[in-house]
């Protein structure tokens, strides 16, 4: 296994970049002040009942309603967040706070942030607020906030099942029993074992590490490696990407994205990997140049490509990543598991609380807080 992670320490973005236009709004409300606050989550229709946990759509608005009506606040729900028409578009002059989830992502940009007169808070139900034009944000003095880590073994968990699937050529062999079909060579002739195969992980946070620690019993050639990092998980850091894609045959990405990382992963980087190379991206689509990943799987060049995230979402029906030969791609639900949803409609309801009664969040949670934004998105 190889890892990869930004070099050196990150550059924290300071006020200063936006002195010329930073105006801190009140972030905290003041006791008895109530408040707008709308959510948008995607709509679960006839599967909104079938779970008491399913907190996370459009009908369920993370379980919170009650609490919040019971203090006088107004909690506004839905999943309609595009174009001049929507129902987002028309509580952005009056809200002061805006929960979204990264499945179904309120895209706030900076004439939305322009417009929202009265916004104070924006919340991100999940984890990665790119979504978010964060300098914006920053300047007009808003404060950003996700639950960190609230669903990184959901994320981990599915990484390791794409991985999976990839190597095992599994989809087509799916396919082939729902179609009534019998062709074990069609299959085998591109099987592997996981055992014994160079996986790295570009970026190695929170859910690099997790899914390091879950490849382990896999069994992997050793290379060179840190002490404590062999202990811990057997995996060597690497601090430079152009020569670590060139030795995986699994390339899983888990940065954020930032400006640094969009379309870091274009034609150059795809044509230094392996010819056959499997990629598992679950962190964000545009660290992917689309067209270059289009090429190189209609090419076999890319072996496989497996990942939940998409831009724009949701995928338009032409998106040609529907459409490319070799690839196991979903909606973006890595994330979304029941479990998750558990943990990140409890961290949004706690920072809704803490917000109330003017208290600091979790140091951990905040994206952009006055006027600063936090380093693994500068
Ligand atoms: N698909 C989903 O449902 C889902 C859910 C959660 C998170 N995510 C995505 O996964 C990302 C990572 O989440 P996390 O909790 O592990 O975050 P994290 O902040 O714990 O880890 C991110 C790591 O990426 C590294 N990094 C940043 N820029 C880099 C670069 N240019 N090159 C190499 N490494 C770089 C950072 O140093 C850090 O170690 C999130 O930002 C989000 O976009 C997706």
Known sequence: MAMQRATGAMV???????????????????????????????????????????????ENALGIRDWLESQGHQYIVTDDKEGPNCELEKHIPDLHVLISTPFNPAYVTAERIKKAKNLQLLLRAGIGSDHIDLKAAAAAGLT???????NVVSVAEDELMRILILMRNFVPGHQQIINGEWNVAGIAHRAYDLEGKTVGTVG???????????????????????????????????E??????TKCDVIVINTPLTEKTRGMFNKEMIGRMKKGVL???????????RQAVVEAAESGH????????WDP???PKDHPWRYMPNQAMTPHISGTTIDAQLRYAAGTKDMLDRFFKGEDFPAQNYIVKDGEIAPQYV
Do not use: W
């Open 12 to 58: 924290r973005a300071c006020a200063s970049s936006f002195s010329s236009g930073y105006l801190a709004r009140h972030f905290h409300a003041s006791s008895g002040d109530t408040k707008k606050i709308v959510g948008v989550f995607y709509k679960a229709n006839k599967y909104a009942s079938k779970n008491p946990n399913f907190l996370g759509c459009v």
């Open 144 to 150: 950003v906030a996700e639950v960190t880590g609230s």
């Open 204 to 238: 190695a946070g929170r859910i690099g590490r997790l899914l390091l620690q879950r490849l382990k019993p896999f069994g992997h050639d050793r290379l060179q490696m840190e002490q404590e990092l062999e202990e811990e998980i057997g995996a060597k850091h690497m």
């Open 240 to 245: 430079n990407l152009n020569e670590m894609v």
């Open 279 to 289: 990629i598992v991206n679950n962190a964000r689509a545009a660290i992917m140049e």
């Open 302 to 309: 890319i072996g496989g490509y497996s990942g939940d995230v």
């Open 313 to 315: 979402q949701p995928a």
